[in-house]
């Protein structure tokens, strides 16, 4: 549920945890140790010679490893993608915070990527594409193209420095080290193997994280419910957390003038996750379009999969006397992203939260070198290589790409450790992500006659103008645009849109962008010296699509 609130931030009291830092050394030095040989492991020599078949040259090749994943390998990687830390605890702070029907990221992210799958996988890959920007560079030109890498930038790199964010405060929890030093740790670590080997790297340690995440998660939850702290059997009414409310705390509920905001979120996690660098590189790495579109499907699958002990410790958490515990403390509500780590260190054995530390972090390495790597191809691929360096040698753009890692690795950290409300940073760009780049997407993709330059400046522009008017709780300013239900502001919280406004935004976006197009040909057809942006001397989008594949 949408909260303006201006409160502040509980804290926690640790110390030291020997026990919990030499897990995560362990943990680390393996999916380390992964992540450095997989480049041997996948570029056997007996496979260089049909995956040179597949990519144009080495860069390529990191980028994609040579378009060689297979089912088992795609399958882990394509969930690890999407199962980060940020995934784990925030289902869990969903599930206590607002109820199990306000929970929505695991079954909207799980329909993203089926639809993924449908109406996009294939395609894409038949293509052969190498990032999700190429065809709207084909269609809009490098450097309106190019335009589409700001909120696709923003959205990766700040979702990386969420679940960084989220790392430092849940290792600060169990092993006691400070938050600047657990997420420049963990980024370094992430860093360093996806320069070794690129995505060969990243989809190696994809298979080692998922397992540690659904066996370390799993193999915890019997002890929780053994707790002497824990109510049993587990109530979903009266629960120990929210004895005094009149509705069930675990299930949830919807009022109606909720509504809005619950179909806009709901939507917009839906057809908004499928705009992402860090999907589309599973898909474009795959070995066909079919192994492509069925890596969707399963990982949609496994997307669902991975929150259901997530959802279960919220409600082990929810049916705790935190009191009792050696926290000796109640939960508040800014305590509730600190579940995962809070369950695992009071309500189980030292050794099975030893387990589970390693299920949490490496949750959050799973996501942060996809995300990381993926915001990196698209710079080297549609920014540098595109509009400023279409010369550059292999070499060249082989080591742009390793500086471009490690460039925005060290902001991704930065934004994790200065930065207090990184996850409500990243809804942001993911509005911006669904509002502007989808539309575009669908028409490049689907419907290319259907948009032109001219349609997609009018589009996109009208609805970055509407949505920054709509106000943002998060960047502490009210709306200037009021829509229908608007909630006022008061002196404790910022004001609220309940209607759902990012659709209407998208739409728009949509709408103007085939209006616009329609309108502009039927005038330069009539004039056209009006056609200062030349779109009609450019050859068609399908024909310039074929040109650049055989180039």
């Given at each position: 549920m949408v909260e303006g609130s201006k409160s502040g931030v509980s804290e926690i009291k640790t110390e030291l945890n020997v026990a919990g830092l030499i897990g995560l050394l362990v943990f680390y030095f393996l999916i380390f140790l992964a992540g450095i040989?997989?480049?041997?492991?996948?570029?056997?020599?007996?496979?260089?010679?049909?995956?040179?078949?597949?990519?144009?040259?080495?860069?390529?090749?990191?980028?994609?490893?040579?378009?060689?994943?297979?089912?088992?390998?795609?399958?882990?990687?394509?969930?690890?993608?999407w199962v980060g830390g940020g995934y784990i605890n925030g289902t869990t702070e969903a599930v206590i915070k607002n109820g199990l029907v306000w929970?929505?990221?695991?079954?909207?992210?799980?329909?993203?990527?089926?639809?993924?799958?449908?109406?996009?996988?294939?395609?894409?890959?038949?293509?052969?594409?190498?990032?999700?920007?190429?065809?709207?560079?084909?269609?809009y030109g490098e450097r309106l193209g190019a335009l589409f890498y700001i909120p696709a930038f923003s959205g990766e790199i700040l979702w990386s420095a969420s679940i960084l964010a989220a790392l430092g405060t849940s290792l600060r929890v169990i092993c006691g080290l400070t938050d600047t030093v657990s997420i420049i740790v963990s980024a370094c670590i992430a860093m360093t193997y996806t320069l070794f080997g690129g995505l060969y790297s990243v989809a190696f340690t994809d298979i080692f994280q998922l397992f540690c995440i659904f066996i370390g998660l799993i193999f915890s939850i019997p002890f929780m419910l053994q707790s002497e702290h824990v109510t049993i059997p587990l109530k979903t009414m009266n629960v120990t957390m929210f004895p005094d409310k009149d509705y069930s705390p675990f299930l949830g509920r919807v009022q109606g003038r909720d509504a809005g905001v619950w179909v806009d979120y709901a939507i917009m996690m839906i057809f908004g996750g499928i705009p992402w660098q860090a999907y589309f590189q599973r898909v474009l790495s795959a070995r066909s379009p079919k192994v492509a579109q069925v890596l969707s499907f399963f990982g949609a699958f496994g997307c669902f999969s991975a929150a259901i002990p997530s959802v279960i410790i919220g409600w082990i958490t929810m049916n705790t006397d935190w009191m009792a515990t050696d926290l000796k403390q109640s939960l508040v509500k800014d305590d509730y992203k600190l579940a995962v780590p809070l369950a695992l260190l009071y309500l189980t054995h030292p050794a099975v939260a030893f387990i589970g530390l390693g299920a949490v972090s490496a949750a959050v390495m799973s996501s942060t070198d996809s995300s990381i790597l993926g915001v990196s191809t698209m710079f080297t691929r549609n920014v540098f290589n595109k509009v400023f360096m279409p010369k550059a040698s292999d070499k060249v753009t082989m080591w742009f790409l390793r500086g471009t890692v490690f460039i925005n690795t060290i902001i991704a950290m930065l934004i994790a450790i200065f930065v207090k409300s990184v996850y409500g940073l990243y809804l942001i760009c993911s509005d911006l992500v669904f509002i502007l780049l989808f539309p575009h997407l669908v028409l490049v993709a689907h419907?290319?006659?259907?948009?032109?330059?001219?349609?997609?400046?009018?589009?996109?522009?009208?609805?970055?103008?509407?949505?920054?008017?709509?106000?943002?709780?998060?960047?502490?300013?009210?709306?200037?645009?009021?829509?229908?239900?608007?909630?006022?502001?008061?002196?404790?919280?910022?004001?609220?849109?309940?209607?759902?406004?990012?659709?209407?935004?998208?739409?728009?976006?949509?709408?103007?962008?085939?209006?616009?197009?329609?309108l502009t040909k039927k005038l330069i057809k009539?004039?056209?010296?009006l056609d200062v942006l030349e779109t009609e001397k450019q050859n068609d989008y399908e024909q310039m699509m074929m040109k650049e594949l055989k180039a």
């Amino acid at each position: 549920m949408v909260e303006g609130s201006k409160s502040g931030v509980s804290e926690i009291k640790t110390e030291l945890n020997v026990a919990g830092l030499i897990g995560l050394l362990v943990f680390y030095f393996l999916i380390f140790l992964a992540g450095i040989l997989s480049h041997k492991v996948l570029k056997r020599k007996s496979r260089k010679d049909a995956q040179a078949k597949q990519v144009g040259n080495h860069t390529e090749d990191m980028m994609l490893a040579g378009r060689d994943i297979n089912y088992v390998i795609g399958v882990f990687t394509m969930t690890a993608t999407w199962v980060g830390g940020g995934y784990i605890n925030g289902t869990t702070e969903a599930v206590i915070k607002n109820g199990l029907v306000w929970t929505q990221a695991p079954f909207c992210y799980a329909i993203s990527l089926a639809l993924g799958g449908f109406f996009f996988a294939k395609k894409m890959r038949k293509r052969k594409f190498v990032t999700m920007l190429d065809p709207l560079q084909l269609k809009y030109g490098e450097r309106l193209g190019a335009l589409f890498y700001i909120p696709a930038f923003s959205g990766e790199i700040l979702w990386s420095a969420s679940i960084l964010a989220a790392l430092g405060t849940s290792l600060r929890v169990i092993c006691g080290l400070t938050d600047t030093v657990s997420i420049i740790v963990s980024a370094c670590i992430a860093m360093t193997y996806t320069l070794f080997g690129g995505l060969y790297s990243v989809a190696f340690t994809d298979i080692f994280q998922l397992f540690c995440i659904f066996i370390g998660l799993i193999f915890s939850i019997p002890f929780m419910l053994q707790s002497e702290h824990v109510t049993i059997p587990l109530k979903t009414m009266n629960v120990t957390m929210f004895p005094d409310k009149d509705y069930s705390p675990f299930l949830g509920r919807v009022q109606g003038r909720d509504a809005g905001v619950w179909v806009d979120y709901a939507i917009m996690m839906i057809f908004g996750g499928i705009p992402w660098q860090a999907y589309f590189q599973r898909v474009l790495s795959a070995r066909s379009p079919k192994v492509a579109q069925v890596l969707s499907f399963f990982g949609a699958f496994g997307c669902f999969s991975a929150a259901i002990p997530s959802v279960i410790i919220g409600w082990i958490t929810m049916n705790t006397d935190w009191m009792a515990t050696d926290l000796k403390q109640s939960l508040v509500k800014d305590d509730y992203k600190l579940a995962v780590p809070l369950a695992l260190l009071y309500l189980t054995h030292p050794a099975v939260a030893f387990i589970g530390l390693g299920a949490v972090s490496a949750a959050v390495m799973s996501s942060t070198d996809s995300s990381i790597l993926g915001v990196s191809t698209m710079f080297t691929r549609n920014v540098f290589n595109k509009v400023f360096m279409p010369k550059a040698s292999d070499k060249v753009t082989m080591w742009f790409l390793r500086g471009t890692v490690f460039i925005n690795t060290i902001i991704a950290m930065l934004i994790a450790i200065f930065v207090k409300s990184v996850y409500g940073l990243y809804l942001i760009c993911s509005d911006l992500v669904f509002i502007l780049l989808f539309p575009h997407l669908v028409l490049v993709a689907h419907f290319p006659k259907r948009t032109n330059k001219y349609g997609m400046i009018a589009g996109f522009g009208l609805a970055f103008f509407l949505r920054v008017l709509a106000g943002e709780p998060v960047l502490k300013y009210n709306a200037v645009l009021k829509y229908p239900y608007y909630q006022e502001p008061t002196e404790d919280s910022y004001g609220v849109q309940k209607f759902p406004f990012r659709i209407l935004c998208m739409l728009i976006n949509l709408i103007t962008t085939i209006a616009v197009s329609y309108l502009t040909k039927k005038l330069i057809k009539k004039r056209p010296n009006l056609d200062v942006l030349e779109t009609e001397k450019q050859n068609d989008y399908e024909q310039m699509m074929m040109k650049e594949l055989k180039a």
